[in-house]
């Protein structure tokens, strides 16, 4: 070999060995693993579980619960397991519930908006939400849609007491429960309300009206949390994580489908049927705390207490998560 020749490969060998070693040397670092709880049950938790699998830069794990996870609550029944969450999710009207007592709850990020609906039975002479006077009507009260359900009734002058609400679970049973005509309409978020409407074949009437009231199903987590200089970091990557899920969700929605099925078993037919009856979002509505002040106001009647003050309503969220998170560079 010549000189040249010798000299060549040594600097080409050296040069290789060089690059690998500054790539190797400062790979992007790996947060620590966040617990999440949410409702896998439902399909608004969609963007979090793509999040999880796809876009948090660490291991995230996603299992059945929610705010209580958050603060030590007792799980709900059928919709919780053990654990303690960093994040959780819930709508909005859980939140309000759970602060009374948890002061410290904090909501971080709307992650989709529910569009709710009441499906109804035609042939029992209902053609009009004012016709629900007097009929039996599945919805779980103490919810985000037992919530729409009483805005929608204010809408046509009825309240709750007008009509006979029937708490049935599992929630499944429900359009079982319209076809058998135990009851005459449902109102409940998806995608039961999708398989109301099948059972009803054809014999049906519904009523939305999102300007009157969408469900904001949120990611939450604690003002310790996010206090805590371990755990913000990774909070704020996981609300960008859940961003971009939805930015992929807008455009290729089909993974986000395939892990709802994963988790909850929904049928592809009954994702479909339901996917559009809901707005996916990863952002922070301006109106949030308008929302949360008519929504108390509701919840304090029910649970005959005085309701908060717009104020002390306010320090239940907190943007600067989102704000943070926003700032951050994209993903994948």
Same mark, same amino acid.
């Given at each position: 070999?010549?000189?040249?020749?010798?000299?060549?490969?040594?600097?080409?060998?050296?040069?290789? $060995?060089?690059?690998?070693?500054?790539?190797?040397?400062?790979?992007?670092?790996?947060?620590?693993?966040?617990?999440?709880?949410?409702?896998?049950?439902?399909?608004?938790?969609?963007?979090?579980?793509?999040?999880?699998?796809?876009?948090?830069?660490?291991? $995230?794990?996603?299992?059945?619960?929610?705010?209580?996870?958050?603060?030590?609550?007792?799980?709900?029944?059928?919709?919780?397991?053990?654990?303690?969450?960093?994040?959780?999710?819930?709508?909005?009207?859980?939140?309000?519930?759970?602060?009374?007592?948890?002061?410290?709850?904090?909501?971080?990020?709307?992650?989709?908006?529910?569009?709710?609906?009441?499906?109804?039975?035609?042939?029992?002479?209902?053609?009009?939400?004012?016709?629900?006077?007097?009929?039996?009507?599945?919805?779980?009260?103490?919810?985000?849609?037992?919530?729409?359900?009483?805005?929608?009734?204010?809408?046509?002058?009825?309240?709750?007491?007008?009509?006979?609400?029937?708490?049935?679970?599992?929630?499944?049973?429900?359009?079982?429960?319209?076809?058998?005509?135990?009851?005459?309409?449902?109102?409940?978020?998806?995608?039961?309300?999708?398989?109301?409407?099948?059972?009803?074949?054809?014999?049906?009437?519904?009523?939305?009206?999102?300007?009157?009231?969408?469900?904001?199903?949120?990611?939450?987590?604690?003002?310790?949390?996010?206090?805590?200089?371990?755990?913000?970091?990774?909070?704020?990557?996981?609300?960008?994580?859940?961003?971009?899920?939805?930015?992929?969700?807008?455009?290729?929605?089909?993974?986000?489908?395939?892990?709802?099925?994963?988790?909850?078993?929904?049928?592809?037919?009954?994702?479909?049927?339901?996917?559009?009856?809901?707005?996916?979002?990863?952002?922070?509505?301006?109106?949030?705390?308008?929302?949360?002040?008519?929504?108390?106001?509701?919840?304090?009647?029910?649970?005959?207490?005085?309701?908060?003050?717009?104020?002390?309503?306010?320090?239940?969220?907190?943007?600067?998560?989102?704000?943070?998170?926003?700032?951050?560079?994209?993903?994948?």
């Amino acid at each position: 070999m010549t000189q040249p020749q010798w000299f060549t490969r040594i600097f080409s060998i050296f040069s290789i $060995a060089l690059l690998a070693g500054c790539v190797s040397a400062s790979p992007e670092p790996a947060l620590e693993p966040i617990s999440v709880h949410g409702n896998i049950q439902t399909f608004e938790i969609a963007p979090v579980l793509l999040a999880a699998e796809e876009y948090y830069p660490g291991e $995230a794990t996603v299992k059945m619960g929610g705010i209580p996870n958050l603060v030590g609550a007792e799980a709900i029944q059928g919709f919780g397991t053990p654990g303690v969450a960093d994040v959780a999710t819930h709508a909005e009207t859980q939140a309000l519930r759970y602060s009374v007592e948890h002061p410290e709850l904090r909501i971080i990020l709307n992650v989709t908006k529910g569009l709710y609906r009441i499906v109804a039975r035609k042939s029992a002479g209902i053609n009009s939400i004012a016709d629900l006077r007097g009929k039996k009507v599945a919805t779980i009260a103490q919810t985000s849609s037992g919530y729409f359900l009483s805005r929608m009734l204010a809408s046509a002058g009825l309240t709750f007491e007008d009509i006979d609400a029937r708490p049935i679970t599992p929630l499944a049973r429900m359009s079982e429960a319209l076809a058998n005509r135990e009851v005459d309409a449902v109102v409940i978020w998806e995608p039961y309300s999708a398989n109301a409407v099948e059972a009803l074949q054809g014999d049906v009437v519904e009523f939305a009206d999102d300007s009157i009231y969408s469900e904001h199903f949120n990611l939450n987590s604690t003002a310790a949390n996010l206090a805590d200089p371990a755990k913000r970091p990774k909070i704020v990557a996981f609300v960008r994580a859940v961003m971009d899920a939805v930015t992929e969700i807008e455009n290729r929605p089909d993974r986000a489908k395939q892990l709802v099925n994963q988790y909850a078993g929904f049928t592809a037919d009954e994702i479909e049927r339901g996917w559009e009856h809901h707005d996916f979002t990863a952002s922070y509505p301006d109106n949030l705390l308008d929302i949360l002040v008519l929504e108390e106001q509701w919840l304090a009647g029910r649970d005959k207490r005085p309701a908060r003050t717009r104020a002390q309503l306010a320090t239940l969220i907190d943007r600067s998560v989102f704000e943070e998170a926003r700032a951050l560079p994209a993903g994948r």
